[in-house]
């Protein structure tokens, strides 16, 4: 059943909408000033007390060069000095959060993101790893998910083997698009030799998982060209592959606006490209998890969703939710309990905080009852395609139907469209909605309407 997808582009038209990713609920539009540092110590009180594991996130934000495309939050320099001051600051921000856990608290999970965390040199990565592993309990026997984020232009087989060495397990390469007259356009030239180089790299030194990721959308791309990295990609076979839908959003992200507009694929081209994808993986054995992943039969996503344990964080889809995510470094987001909290996304300013022994907590929210209530039901319909109105009234003690009788004749619409089947006992997507899934989710979203549908992406 969960291999099911159906291609339905009539009704794709129709509910293509702009709309959050759902990585939380509430989306960190919603986070405010009044939420700081002294809520996220309380939190992390509750979590030592709980003895809950943890999933810890370390935000690199340093790139060599910029990806005219990219939205994250980084810093692009050529000076590599630049990394040592800012990995003063996150030792310090290290030690001021580990003091309030228990060092019993296992790391089941590590991610470092960016930017680009292959900036830092192989003493300052040795560094780095060293000191999150003096404060935190990491594991050693290889078993927890422990990943990085790689630009295979700033990575060799020297750069694996100490990955590797320092226990990482999982690589996460971006690719976005083979086609040179397309990397040229987003300013990304990476020749398919250099990633072929590190997914033999990491296959011979037995990292576990090797994810991919590619972007549709771009400028200069064409159903056929981006049809022919497909194929190449699918030849490397990685575990998983994420296909993003690029959101060219040049008024919020200063960086698009080198793009050259004209250049952009109409959206009949980017919805051929879309189904031409889903065509090319689910054919060559890859499973729709949802939200523009996919993994091989075998690999952990796929698994937790065939066993209903799949999960939904910052991270992504993970089987590492029921963990406390602690996010160090500029801009980085915990979800601790009940409480999201963010620091600062200006590295001056993240960097004075620490200066002066404080956290660089500037904004975050706690989740009202009715906020875990939709959490729950986003969660459940964003991972699963599908919910039991029992397992939510007996977990909130509400009546699911009274709950959201404002909401009832969306579902009621939906449902004559044939995107979800809907009755007395559940909702259940078909496949012609599994694209369409973060549709489905804005109807239980309480904040959607208070928000500019131009800060979100669409769906396709």
Not at 68 to 74: D, E, I, V
Not at 428 to 437: D, E, H, K, N
Not at 446 to 457: C, I, K, T, V
């Amino acid at each position: 059943m969960l291999d099911a997808l159906r291609w339905d582009a009539d009704l794709i038209r129709r509910y293509d909408l702009a709309g959050p990713r759902y990585t939380s609920y509430p989306t960190a539009v919603q986070f405010h000033t009044q939420v700081g540092s002294f809520d996220l110590l309380q939190a992390l009180r509750e979590s030592r007390r709980a003895a809950r594991p943890l999933s810890l996130y370390v935000h690199v934000p340093f790139c060599a060069n910029i990806c005219y495309y990219c939205a994250c939050n980084k810093v692009i320099t050529k000076d590599r000095g630049r990394a040592q001051p800012y990995l003063q600051r996150l030792q310090q921000e290290i030690q001021l959060i580990a003091c309030h856990l228990d060092p019993r608290q296992r790391v089941e999970q590590l991610h470092l993101g960016g930017g680009t965390p292959t900036f830092l040199s192989h003493t300052e990565l040795r560094q780095l790893m060293q000191h999150l592993r003096t404060h935190f309990n990491l594991l050693d026997d290889d078993s927890g998910d422990y990943s990085i984020e790689i630009d295979p232009r700033e990575a060799d087989w020297s750069t694996m083997g100490l990955l590797r060495e320092l226990g990482f397990n999982r690589v996460s390469l971006g690719v976005q698009d083979l086609d040179p007259a397309v990397q040229r356009a987003i300013n990304r030239l990476q020749t398919p030799e250099q990633t072929r180089a590190i997914i033999d790299a990491a296959r011979t030194l037995q990292f576990r998982s090797v994810n991919v990721d590619l972007i549709y959308g771009l400028p200069n791309q064409t159903p056929q060209g981006f049809a022919k990295t497909v194929e190449e990609v699918i030849k490397w076979q990685p575990d998983r592959l994420s296909v993003f839908n690029y959101a060219h959003l040049p008024e919020r992200f200063m960086p698009q606006r080198r793009i050259d507009s004209s250049a952009l694929p109409t959206p009949a081209a980017k919805l051929a490209m879309l189904e031409n994808t889903l065509q090319q993986l689910t054919g060559a054995g890859y499973r729709y998890i949802g939200m523009d992943h996919f993994a091989l039969p075998d690999d952990e996503l796929a698994i937790a969703q065939e066993e209903s344990t799949l999960q939904r964080n910052f991270q992504g889809y993970t089987t590492h939710g029921h963990c406390d995510l602690i996010g160090l470094g500029v801009s980085a987001i915990s979800q601790i309990g009940e409480v999201y909290c963010q620091n600062s996304s200006d590295l001056n300013d993240y960097q004075n905080a620490l200066d002066n022994a404080q956290l660089a907590t500037c904004r975050g929210l706690e989740c009202s009852p009715d906020d875990r209530v939709r959490r729950a039901v986003i969660q459940q319909l964003i991972c699963h395609f599908e919910l039991n109105f029992t397992a939510i009234e007996q977990a909130f003690t509400i009546d699911f139907r009274g709950y959201f009788n404002a909401q009832w004749p969306a579902l009621e619409g939906m449902a004559d469209d044939r995107l979800i089947a809907l009755d007395s006992t559940g909702i259940r997507i078909l496949p012609t909605g599994r694209l369409l899934v973060r549709s489905v989710c804005r109807v239980f979203d309480a904040y959607l309407g208070q928000q500019s549908p131009q800060r979100f992406s669409r769906v396709i």
